[in-house]
């Protein structure tokens, strides 16, 4: 049997929710072209993805990766903590 690696999406978004056990809302915006009227338009899609140590945070800017579906709608974990939260 040959092993066949694949390569996992990875996304950056923003933590929005950190209010379940370990489990993060985050949320990936995104900047798309309008087909007919070509104004840059933002679109914003929110993602589960599973925080083991549960330490991000919201407000933290974090990476996620595509892997096997661990729930319902759970299907990302997140694998670095890129930024933390600014407390003003």
Do not use: C, F, Q
């Amino acid at each position: 049997m040959s092993e066949t690696t694949s390569i996992k999406r990875t996304l950056i978004g923003r933590v929005v929710s950190d209010k379940m056990e370990k489990t993060v809302t985050v949320l990936i915006e995104r900047r798309v072209k309008h087909p007919v009227y070509g104004k840059i338009v933002t679109k914003s899609k929110k993602y589960h993805a599973h925080n083991e140590n549960n330490e991000a945070k919201a407000g933290d800017l974090v990476e996620i990766e595509e892997t096997r579906p661990l729930s319902r709608t759970k299907a990302w974990r997140v694998t670095k903590l890129l930024e933390k939260a600014t407390i003003i």
